[in-house]
T-cell receptor, first 112, second 114 residues
Framework: QKEVEQNSGPLSVPEGAIASLNCTYS??????FFWYRQYSGKSPELIMF????GDKEDGRFTAQLNKASQYVSLLIRDSQPSDSATYLC????????????FGQGTTLQVKP | GAGVSQSPRYKVAKRGQDVALRCDPI?????LFWYQQALGQGPEFLTY????????KSGLPSDRFFAERPEGSVSTLKIQRTQQEDSAVYLC????????????FGNGTRLTVT
């Protein structure tokens, strides 16, 4: 079992719809959770981070964390074609290093 | 500069050659990470520095891989006797160093071993 698991997709949604991206993790001691977006041929860029159970909203993005279920998700409202990219879930552990473990990423396609 | 800078952007090496990949982190960032990203996969952790100290090298795939950060700023990832399976994008990231600090990635070096 991988430490951080994501469905590779592709996830295809029409423009304007809500895209839901999911991630599960195996280490119950994980403390910090990040979503990165990676366009083809580019480096990952941070979209959101969440540390506490519940929802965190930032513009069109909402991150949801459920530590009991070891589950984190990212919702993208009013999806745009420019949101088409690979979304990487990353999890940080108990150590103070900031080291992150990444999932394999989910490819999102937003169709006009 | 404002971001993490990596060089070269692309590197083609013949099998058996040694390569050196450079990373210049964001000024003041104490933590520096190297990741390896194969096509279609997420980044895989290689090694971590806090200032000049290499605190975790558990992800280095073999003893052909070596990383250093002698003055706590610029870092070099060296791969000796490259193999085809070393072909990947090598990403460098830096952060403030606390547990909740996000990683800021460079543009990566795409290594192709022929």
């Amino acid at each position: 079992q991988k430490e951080v698991e994501q469905n590779s997709g592709p996830l295809s949604v029409p423009e304007g719809a809500i895209a839901s991206l999911n991630c599960t993790y195996s280490d119950r001691g994980s403390q910090s959770f990040f979503w990165y977006r990676q366009y083809s041929g580019k480096s990952p860029e941070l979209i959101m981070f969440i540390y506490s159970n519940g929802d965190k909203e930032d513009g069109r993005f909402t991150a949801q964390l459920n530590k009991a279920s070891q589950y984190v998700s990212l919702l993208i409202r009013d999806s745009q074609p420019s949101d088409s990219a690979t979304y990487l879930c990353a999890v940080g552990g108990l150590s103070n290093t900031g080291k992150l473990i990444f999932g394999q990423g989910t490819t999102l396609q937003v169709k006009p | 500069g404002a971001g993490v800078s990596q060089s070269p952007r692309y590197k083609v090496a013949k099998r058996g050659q040694d390569v050196a990949l450079r990373c210049d982190p964001i000024s003041g960032h104490v933590s520096l990470f190297w990741y390896q990203q194969a096509l279609g996969q997420g980044p895989e952790f290689l090694t971590y520095f806090q200032n000049e100290a290499q605190l975790d090298k558990s992800g280095l795939p073999s003893d052909r891989f070596f990383a250093e950060r002698p003055e706590g700023s610029v870092s070099t990832l060296k791969i000796q006797r490259t193999q085809q399976e070393d072909s990947a994008v090598y990403l460098c990231a830096s952060s403030r160093g606390d547990r909740e600090a996000p990683l800021h990635f460079g543009n990566g070096t795409r290594l192709t071993v022929t």
